[in-house]
């Protein structure tokens, strides 16, 4: 008599993170008998250095670096695969892309009427019909702006609520007001179209998920605090600050500037005269001060005009709050974990500065890996230059739950 052949109970997924400049691609299995996906293979590019900022060059740089670990994938992934105990069936790729590449809208569409009706389905999506429309209509005018062609990714319900209180659509509530929040994530035509033809050359039969980068960031951090909690989020990626103002427990806005880790370590190193990987290597191991005590003082006084520049873009950010009100206390932060500790400093700072209020930042990085994660698991990914940075977007693959809330486009 055969044996049957059991099914295994993991999945195992290709997860691209496309960053404002850097391309990311890893291999992740996920068991739903662990709290955390395993690793399997990472490997990650930065874009190529532009001497342009035009559209087409960046477009290119991006796709440089996208072919560049795809390749890499093809041989290097795929040869862990094998040698893992997962196998090498992946089945599901899963893109994030950050900003400047996305960004994240979401709108609010509200219904009264003074007779009592009941909250049905057909009714919530015509006025999801309406929210698209809006952001059909934004997008346009961005497209004019910056021309650039957009298009919608995937689209995600943050709350539906009616007479006030929120609502799960199953609950046949009948109300006399209703309000729908609904987040959209936006990205380049070309870079989609793109990550498409790539995609279907090297895993022709895998599903493809798109999301902005923001969005899978909400659902894992919102995951970890009460409901009807508000605080911010801020990614810091390689040219790239981005943030998102969570209120009562829902995304209501996103933002970002044209500054992040690279961005910083290369006007340093112009002013020290120094490679820009060491100057990034002071970032991440909090040796800049000492290394500044032996230069000139004025290169100390350039290097605090850098920081202090950046202090006022973020100050200027967390003004930007989408509403009339301040940037919430509690403030989380996302980057490579060998970043996170400088960036505190300045993220609290500027916080404080922008409200004259006291805030608290939390290091998403180290947190996942403490929650998340064994001690064992955590010497392993935390030993050499391993790349944390891929973390949130793999704790979204490993929550099956998490793509049940969008509706990919």
Not at 5 to 11: A, D, I, L
Not at 167 to 192: F, G
Request: glycine share 4%.
């Amino acid at each position: 008599m055969g044996f049957l052949s059991k099914k295994p109970n993991h999945r195992l997924g290709l997860i691209i993170d496309i960053g404002s400049g850097s391309v990311l691609v890893a291999v992740v299995a996920s068991d739903p008998a662990k709290s955390h996906p395993d690793i399997v293979w990472s490997k990650r590019e930065h874009t190529p250095q532009r001497l342009t900022t035009d559209n087409n060059s960046q477009h290119k740089s991006v796709l440089t670096s996208l072919i560049n670990v795809m390749m890499a994938f093809d041989s290097e992934g795929r040869a862990a695969c094998r040698e893992s105990s997962y196998g090498h069936n992946i089945n599901n790729v899963q893109v994030n892309i950050s900003a400047p590449w996305s960004y994240t809208v979401t709108k609010t569409i509200a219904y009264q009427n003074e007779e009592e009706f009941m909250v049905s389905k057909s009714l919530v999506d015509e006025l999801l019909r309406t929210a698209h429309l809006k952001v059909e209509e934004e997008l346009q005018e961005k497209a004019k702006i910056n021309d650039l062609g957009l298009e919608i990714l995937v689209k995600s319900i943050m709350k539906i609520v009616a007479n006030g209180y929120a609502i799960n659509l199953t609950d046949k509530q009948r109300a006399n007001d209703l309000k729908i929040i609904e987040a959209s994530a936006v990205a380049q035509k070309r870079l989609i179209e793109a990550v498409k033809e790539i995609k279907n050359k090297v895993l022709p039969e895998a599903s493809l998920k798109k999301y902005s980068f923001t969005l899978p960031y909400y659902y894992v951090i919102n995951s970890l605090n009460p409901a009807n909690s508000s605080y911010c989020l801020v990614d810091i990626t390689y040219e790239a600050t981005e943030i998102g103002i969570v209120r009562e427990g829902v995304l209501t806005y996103c933002s970002h500037i044209a500054v992040g880790t690279m961005s910083l370590a290369r006007e340093i190193a112009e002013i020290l005269s120094v490679p820009i990987q060491e100057t990034f290597g002071y970032l991440k191991s909090e040796g800049l001060d000492d290394y500044l005590k032996n230069c000139s003082a004025n290169q100390q006084d350039k290097v605090n005009e850098i920081f202090a520049k950046y202090q006022d873009q973020l100050t200027t950010l967390f003004k930007e709050t989408g509403d009339s009100l301040t940037v919430p206390k509690k403030i989380y932060l996302h980057s490579n974990l060998n970043t996170e500790s400088f960036f505190n400093e300045q993220i609290t700072k500027a916080a404080n500065q922008s409200t004259k209020l006291a805030h608290a930042t939390y290091n998403v990085t180290s947190e996942l890996l403490t929650k998340m994660y064994p001690k064992e698991y955590v010497a392993k990914l935390t030993k050499g230059e391993r790349d944390t940075g891929l973390l949130i977007s793999a704790q979204f693959f490993h929550t099956v739950e998490y793509e049940t809330k969008f509706d990919q486009l």
